[in-house]
Nanobody, 120 residues
Framework: QVQLVESGGGLVQAGGSLRLSCAASGSIFKINDMGWYRQAPGKQREPVAIITSGGSTNYADSVKGRFTISRDNAKNTVYLQMNSLKPEDTAVYSC??????????????WGQGTQVTVSS
């Protein structure tokens, strides 16, 4: 059994900052890419930031220069530091992990999501 548990969402004023965390636990052998996605009301889920096991990163154009993704491989945890937040960043943020279990199975695993609301 694998779990991804997110934390750090909440309500913040425009221009403020939040830091999201997502910890993976369970029967994990290895985690490849980890990432954050978001879904705003009435919109499709979109990728926000991705980080490989080696630390390479990729960001959506809309968050470049404002958001930073990082990970702690020893803790199986990925972070998203969000600065200069805008009302259009309001969404449910979910973390994703491409992982291999101790049984040798490859999964694309998702967290439950955490709400981020940015007020103007």
């Amino acid at each position: 059994q694998v779990q991804l548990v997110e934390s750090g969402g909440g309500l913040v004023q425009a221009g403020g900052s939040l830091r999201l965390s997502c910890a993976a636990s369970g029967s994990i052998f290895k985690i490849n890419d980890m990432g954050w996605y978001r879904q705003a009301p009435g919109k499709q889920r979109e990728p926000v930031a991705i980080i490989t096991s080696g630390g390479s990163t990729n960001y959506a154009d809309s968050v470049k220069g404002r958001f930073t993704i990082s990970r702690d491989n020893a803790k199986n945890t990925v972070y998203l530091q969000m600065n200069s937040l805008k009302p259009e960043d309001t969404a449910v943020y979910s973390c994703n992990a491409q992982l291999i279990t101790t049984m040798g199975r490859l999964y694309d695993w998702w967290g439950q999501g955490t709400q981020v609301t940015v007020s103007s």
